[in-house]
């Protein structure tokens, strides 16, 4: 993505789930413990005020979304640019002439709330539970909770309390979206609204009572379908909104804590010492987890269902660093992810065969079908046309959707991708690089004219990332035919001869050929990271010179490491970290994990925390467009791949820790490794694994031999890690 110039959750304080209502129930305070909380410290986000220049901004940061629908944390009454907006994962419009941008659902959540300029307020996100809050004081008095079920998505319930009668904003429960296409009718006491042709379809009640000094409170439920090719059927939307609305407003908000708190006991994180850093790092996770549904298939954008930017498309973001936290913590959403690009191999490979190349090339963008979907141009600050050229060279992304699947499965054990279906992301895109690779008269192999990574430079030859993602991809799909298979041997072979850019008398990559010869320019001589080197400079003169965007040759240590020779990183670090711009938001986080591989913790923990709060603090001012999910993926990589050094393996769980910033008192990570919860705590000097008998932890050195079971604790000697005695 482009940029301009923790404590564990406690079982004994999770709800229990009350016994099912079996009639409608009646009035609740919305003012008892269940329904109002206050803040809780190192797990709550807290705005105050209502500041118009950053609506949108807030907005997106206290989105509550289910895996399938996600509703921007917008006031109720809205208010003058706040762009407000309801998301379904994966359903886009398509204007004339225009590229696919996601399709906007009813505001559900709409109503006119009387004003107060002397109220103060504050509005927070408790992202143990899921559920939004918000109050003013002052004359109204107001209060709201809203949440999007997680134990039934497609559900969501806002209740507002209020001493002036708030009041459903234009007579209808499901006020009109500005732009979009909708129809309204009404059934009984529920009002539905549907997109014309394919799209959404929501239904919606809302109730009125006075309760307790004659205050007013409104709830409104709402069901949510929605479908990417065709129109929703109206019967299972009413059916399940009648279902939620009998059992109860307290059943559905107990059953969704429930939901998110057995999320959470998988996916605890804890920097002890660093408060502010852990609370930043459970946002992103929290987010994250919200973003991606767990059952069929789920296309995950770059701004996930809290904004529009980037119109919605899935690039190789989703893949590379969303979806390895998902496979670690909850497989079958990371699942769900490679289903969708699964599922759209008949247009990857229409477009290989349009290329006179075999198997299947994916997209760099995608949205429905699987087509390409990347602009072609762009408009740049001073009105000029610029060419985009990613999705017609940027092709690595066909053996990061491969890498991908492999990863889910050393996670899960998951063998749809060895021995299923899902053989197809491994098999049938490794056919599209054995067509494509051209080998020369001296028998190497090549991948000329693409972008990597970097993307300030465009249209050059062997891309040290793609190749060496390539030859990685080959290997692995060679490894699920047979040992004797031609076409495994072939695969083998061109991955042997394909070139990497390694120096050996350097000791590091060059980063693509010719790539030293060009002007010798470092960061710190244009300005401070993170920036935008090609807007600061012009495109051409970084496109000439060494300055990089983001991590490239980096990137293959992090995703990678035991296909790059050993001892490189430390000479590659030191190549390219100066010349780096963090032009993306995807550069610091990497660049985090190695550095902390490199034991070098305090320049670790300094990109870490800017990776963690580019949303909270705005840092791009590109957040009001939605939150960069890839970013937090890289939060949680930093802190698994790098501090802990945690890598699924075949044998087992590997662990290489490193150490730990001074401040920092420990790191504590819950992750699942083939169906069994593993806890993981590192201090300065142990490391405490505990979790199912059985799992296989494996230290340096041990892969192929000795290895040791959960739970064991570990003291670090000279940094050699061996067991207590």
């Not at 809050?133 to 107001?142: F, K, P």
């Not at 009413?238 to 559905?252: F, I, K, P, S, V």
């Not at 119109?311 to 496979?327: E, I, K, M, R």
């Not at 892969?703 to 079971?709: F, K, L, N």
């Amino acid at each position: 993505m482009n940029l301009p110039a923790a404590g564990v959750p406690d079982p004994a304080r999770t709800p229990a789930r009350p016994a099912p209502e079996h009639a409608r129930p009646g009035p609740l305070d919305p003012t008892a413990p269940r329904w109002w909380r206050p803040p809780e410290p190192h797990w709550s986000i807290v705005l105050t005020g209502d500041d118009p220049l950053r609506r949108r901004v807030d907005g997106a940061l206290l989105t509550v979304a289910d895996g399938r629908f996600g509703t921007r944390g917008t006031r109720e009454e809205c208010g003058v640019g706040c762009e407000p907006w309801v998301m379904a994962a994966g359903v886009y419009r398509q204007a004339p002439g225009d590229i696919p941008r996601p399709l906007p659902g009813p505001l559900w959540f709409r109503l006119d709330v009387p004003g107060d300029d002397d109220a103060h307020e504050r509005r927070w996100l408790d992202l143990r539970r899921g559920v939004l809050h918000r109050e003013r004081d002052g004359a109204s008095r107001l209060r709201s909770v809203r949440f999007a079920s997680l134990a039934r998505p497609g559900i969501a319930l806002q209740r507002t309390s209020s001493d002036q009668r708030p009041t459903v904003a234009d007579g209808s429960s499901l006020p009109v979206t500005v732009g979009v296409d909708q129809r309204r009718w009404s059934h009984d006491d529920v009002e539905v609204s549907e997109t014309s042709g394919i799209g959404t379809i929501t239904a919606a009640t809302c109730t009125e009572w006075h309760e307790g000094e004659g205050r007013h409170v409104v709830d409104r439920l709402a069901s949510l379908d929605a479908h990417p090719t065709r129109r929703p059927a109206t019967g299972p939307v009413l059916a399940a909104l009648e279902h939620a609305r009998t059992q109860g407003a307290e059943t559905l908000l107990a059953e969704h804590e429930a939901a998110w708190a057995a999320r959470w006991a998988d996916a605890e994180v804890a920097i002890l010492g660093d408060p502010e850093l852990e609370l930043a790092v459970r946002f992103g996770l929290f987010h994250l987890m919200a973003s991606a549904a767990d059952q069929d298939e789920v296309a995950v954008g770059a701004r996930g269902l809290t904004g529009p930017a980037y119109a919605g498309h899935v690039f190789w973001d989703a893949d590379v660093f969303v979806l390895p936290f998902l496979a670690a913590t909850h497989p079958p959403a990371s699942r769900a992810m490679l289903e969708y690009r699964l599922r759209r191999l008949p247009a990857a490979r229409e477009r290989a065969r349009a290329s006179g190349h075999a198997g299947c090339r994916l997209p760099w963008e995608s949205a429905v079908d699987g087509s390409e979907v990347t602009p072609t141009s762009t408009v740049a600050l001073d009105g000029t046309e610029l060419p985009v050229r990613t999705g017609e060279l940027e092709e690595h992304i066909v053996a990061d959707v491969a890498w991908a699947a492999w990863h889910h499965h050393l996670w899960s054990g998951d063998r749809w991708v060895t021995r299923g279906p899902g053989r197809a992301l491994l098999l049938e895109t490794a056919r599209y690089w054995a067509s494509r690779l051209e080998q020369d008269a001296d028998g190497t192999a090549h991948l000329r004219g693409v972008i990597g990574p970097d993307e300030y430079h465009e249209d050059v030859d062997d891309n040290a990332y793609t190749n060496v993602m390539v030859r990685w991809h080959l290997t692995r799909a060679a490894e699920l035919l047979a040992p004797d298979d031609d076409e495994a041997e072939r695969w083998r072979d061109l991955a042997s001869r394909l070139v990497d850019g390694y120096d050996p008398r350097r000791g590091c990559h060059e980063q693509f050929a010719g790539y030293f010869d060009l002007e010798p320019l470092q960061a710190a001589a244009v300005g401070t990271p993170p920036m935008a080197a090609d807007v600061l400079l012009g495109r051409e003169r970084v496109a000439g010179s060494q300055l990089i965007k983001q991590a490239d040759v980096l990137l293959l240590h992090h995703l990678v490491p035991g296909a790059v020779p050993p001892g490189s990183l430390p000479h590659d670090l030191d190549v390219y970290l100066p010349r780096t711009a963090h032009g993306s938001s995807l550069s610091p986080a990497v660049h985090a994990s190695l550095l902390a591989r490199q034991r070098r913790p305090e320049e670790a923990a300094a990109l870490l925390r800017l990776a963690a709060l580019i949303d909270l603090d705005d840092v791009t001012d590109t957040t009001a467009g939605g939150l960069h999910l890839a970013a937090m993926g890289g939060v949680w990589q930093a802190l698994a791949f790098g501090f802990l050094g945690v890598r699924p393996h075949p044998l087992g769980l590997a662990l290489d820790p490193r150490p730990l910033p001074r401040a920092w008192d420990a790191l504590e990570l819950t992750v699942r490794f083939h169906d069994q919860r593993v806890r993981l705590c590192l201090g300065h000097d142990h490391l405490e694994v505990a979790g199912a008998a059985g799992v296989a932890v494996l230290l340096p050195g041990t892969v192929d031999g000795a290895t040791h079971t959960t739970p064991v604790r570990l003291r670090r000697r000279d940094e050699h890690w061996s067991p207590e005695r």
